[in-house]
Protein backbone atom coordinates (compact mmCIF):
# COMPACT_ATOMS: atom_id res chain seq x y z
CA UNK A 1 0.00 0.00 0.00
CA UNK A 2 0.72 3.46 -0.51
CA UNK A 3 1.57 5.91 2.34
CA UNK A 4 1.27 9.10 -0.35
CA UNK A 5 -0.59 11.60 1.11
CA UNK A 6 -4.03 12.47 -0.88
CA UNK A 7 -5.93 15.54 -0.55
CA UNK A 8 -9.86 15.81 -1.52
CA UNK A 9 -11.36 19.15 -2.88
CA UNK A 10 -14.40 20.16 -2.10
CA UNK A 11 -16.39 18.47 -4.77
CA UNK A 12 -15.14 14.90 -3.66
CA UNK A 13 -15.28 15.74 -0.36
CA UNK A 14 -19.05 16.18 0.03
CA UNK A 15 -19.18 13.29 -2.38
CA UNK A 16 -17.96 11.22 0.14
CA UNK A 17 -19.82 12.64 2.59
CA UNK A 18 -23.00 12.13 0.58
CA UNK A 19 -22.19 8.33 0.82
CA UNK A 20 -21.22 7.93 3.95
CA UNK A 21 -17.90 8.04 3.82
CA UNK A 22 -16.97 11.04 6.48
CA UNK A 23 -16.95 10.50 9.93
CA UNK A 24 -16.60 13.66 12.14
CA UNK A 25 -14.28 12.79 15.54
CA UNK A 26 -13.69 16.41 16.68
CA UNK A 27 -16.05 15.87 19.56
CA UNK A 28 -13.22 13.13 20.09
CA UNK A 29 -14.26 9.22 21.48
CA UNK A 30 -13.03 5.52 21.35
CA UNK A 31 -12.24 4.96 17.37
CA UNK A 32 -14.15 1.49 15.90
CA UNK A 33 -12.31 0.58 13.23
CA UNK A 34 -9.25 -1.97 11.07
CA UNK A 35 -6.43 -2.27 12.98
CA UNK A 36 -2.78 -0.79 11.38
CA UNK A 37 -2.13 -4.19 10.37
CA UNK A 38 -5.49 -4.73 8.72
CA UNK A 39 -5.23 -1.40 6.57
CA UNK A 40 -5.83 0.90 9.08
CA UNK A 41 -7.95 4.26 9.12
CA UNK A 42 -7.06 7.22 7.20
CA UNK A 43 -7.52 11.00 8.90
CA UNK A 44 -7.74 14.05 7.09
CA UNK A 45 -7.92 17.33 8.16
CA UNK A 46 -9.34 20.48 6.42
CA UNK A 47 -6.08 22.95 4.92
CA UNK A 48 -6.25 26.70 4.54
CA UNK A 49 -8.33 26.60 1.20
CA UNK A 50 -12.09 26.49 1.81
CA UNK A 51 -13.44 22.62 1.30
CA UNK A 52 -10.13 20.98 0.82
CA UNK A 53 -9.01 18.39 2.96
CA UNK A 54 -5.94 16.59 3.50
CA UNK A 55 -4.68 13.29 4.99
CA UNK A 56 -2.51 13.88 7.53
CA UNK A 57 -1.54 10.45 8.54
CA UNK A 58 -3.33 7.34 10.31
CA UNK A 59 -5.22 5.52 12.98
CA UNK A 60 -6.53 2.18 13.94
CA UNK A 61 -9.42 1.23 15.94
CA UNK A 62 -9.69 0.82 19.93
CA UNK A 63 -6.99 4.38 19.88
CA UNK A 64 -8.87 6.89 22.20
CA UNK A 65 -8.79 10.59 20.08
CA UNK A 66 -9.88 13.87 22.39
CA UNK A 67 -11.57 16.86 21.48
CA UNK A 68 -9.97 19.57 20.23
CA UNK A 69 -10.30 21.91 23.40
CA UNK A 70 -10.14 18.88 25.54
CA UNK A 71 -6.40 18.47 23.96
CA UNK A 72 -5.57 21.66 24.78
CA UNK A 73 -7.00 21.67 28.57
CA UNK A 74 -5.48 18.65 29.37
CA UNK A 75 -2.53 17.95 27.29
CA UNK A 76 0.32 17.12 29.55
CA UNK A 77 -2.28 14.50 30.94
CA UNK A 78 -2.70 13.15 27.81
CA UNK A 79 0.66 12.72 26.90
CA UNK A 80 1.60 11.45 30.03
CA UNK A 81 -1.54 8.75 30.12
CA UNK A 82 0.25 8.18 26.47
CA UNK A 83 3.44 7.32 26.84
CA UNK A 84 2.34 4.76 29.12
CA UNK A 85 2.03 2.03 26.31
CA UNK A 86 3.07 -1.53 27.84
CA UNK A 87 0.83 -3.96 26.76
CA UNK A 88 -1.97 -3.92 28.22
CA UNK A 89 -5.23 -6.62 28.18
CA UNK A 90 -7.78 -4.73 29.80
CA UNK A 91 -11.43 -4.93 28.28
CA UNK A 92 -12.78 -1.25 27.22
CA UNK A 93 -16.61 -1.24 29.35
CA UNK A 94 -18.46 1.63 26.96
CA UNK A 95 -21.82 3.20 28.90
CA UNK A 96 -24.66 4.67 27.07
CA UNK A 97 -23.09 8.10 27.58
CA UNK A 98 -19.29 6.60 25.92
CA UNK A 99 -18.56 8.32 22.62
CA UNK A 100 -18.21 5.72 20.06
CA UNK A 101 -16.59 6.79 16.51
CA UNK A 102 -17.46 3.75 14.13
CA UNK A 103 -15.58 3.75 10.97
CA UNK A 104 -16.02 0.38 10.15
CA UNK A 105 -16.79 -0.21 6.30
CA UNK A 106 -16.03 -2.10 3.32
CA UNK A 107 -13.83 -2.14 1.27
CA UNK A 108 -11.75 0.36 3.58
CA UNK A 109 -12.94 1.85 7.29
CA UNK A 110 -14.22 5.31 6.42
CA UNK A 111 -12.38 8.50 6.75
CA UNK A 112 -11.79 10.45 10.02
CA UNK A 113 -12.37 14.30 9.37
CA UNK A 114 -10.02 15.48 12.83
CA UNK A 115 -8.33 19.14 13.83
CA UNK A 116 -5.36 19.71 16.20
CA UNK A 117 -6.72 16.33 18.25
CA UNK A 118 -4.44 14.23 20.69
CA UNK A 119 -4.35 10.60 19.86
CA UNK A 120 -3.73 8.17 22.67
CA UNK A 121 -2.82 4.54 21.95
CA UNK A 122 -4.55 1.42 21.98
CA UNK A 123 -2.98 0.11 25.18
CA UNK A 124 -3.42 3.41 26.77
CA UNK A 125 -6.87 4.00 26.08
CA UNK A 126 -7.34 0.46 27.98
CA UNK A 127 -5.66 1.25 30.52
CA UNK A 128 -6.97 4.86 31.11
CA UNK A 129 -10.08 4.57 29.39
CA UNK A 130 -12.45 5.95 32.17
CA UNK A 131 -10.19 8.84 32.62
CA UNK A 132 -10.22 9.90 28.87
CA UNK A 133 -13.84 9.96 28.69
CA UNK A 134 -13.94 11.86 31.64
CA UNK A 135 -11.12 14.81 30.34
CA UNK A 136 -13.20 14.40 27.07
CA UNK A 137 -16.66 14.39 28.40
CA UNK A 138 -17.15 18.33 28.99
CA UNK A 139 -15.85 19.51 25.70
CA UNK A 140 -17.44 17.80 23.27
CA UNK A 141 -19.10 20.28 21.16
CA UNK A 142 -18.96 19.52 17.60
CA UNK A 143 -21.75 17.00 17.85
CA UNK A 144 -21.29 15.60 14.47
CA UNK A 145 -21.63 18.63 12.35
CA UNK A 146 -19.25 19.35 9.45
CA UNK A 147 -21.70 21.66 7.51
CA UNK A 148 -23.47 24.67 8.46
CA UNK A 149 -26.89 24.16 7.39
CA UNK A 150 -26.89 26.32 4.35
CA UNK A 151 -24.24 24.07 3.01
CA UNK A 152 -26.17 21.18 3.83
CA UNK A 153 -29.67 22.29 2.19
CA UNK A 154 -27.57 22.84 -0.68
CA UNK A 155 -25.90 19.88 -1.12
CA UNK A 156 -29.63 17.76 -0.53
CA UNK A 157 -30.66 19.46 -3.30
CA UNK A 158 -31.35 16.71 -6.11
CA UNK A 159 -29.67 17.33 -8.66
CA UNK A 160 -26.27 18.74 -6.92
CA UNK A 161 -24.36 16.05 -7.21
CA UNK A 162 -23.80 14.96 -10.64
CA UNK A 163 -22.31 11.42 -11.58
Known amino acids: MSEEKFTLDQEDFIRCFINGWIVDARDGGLIVGRSHEDGHIVMMQGTSTFGKFEQIGFVEGGEY ?26 EISVSSDSQIINTRAEPHDKFL ?27 RYHRGRILSDEVIEAITEPGFVKY
Request: aromatic share 6%; proline share 4%; hydrophobic share 25%.
Open 113 to 139: VIQRQYIININSTRRHFKELEDLNRPH
Open 65 to 90: IMSTDATEAHYDRLKEINEDNSPCGD
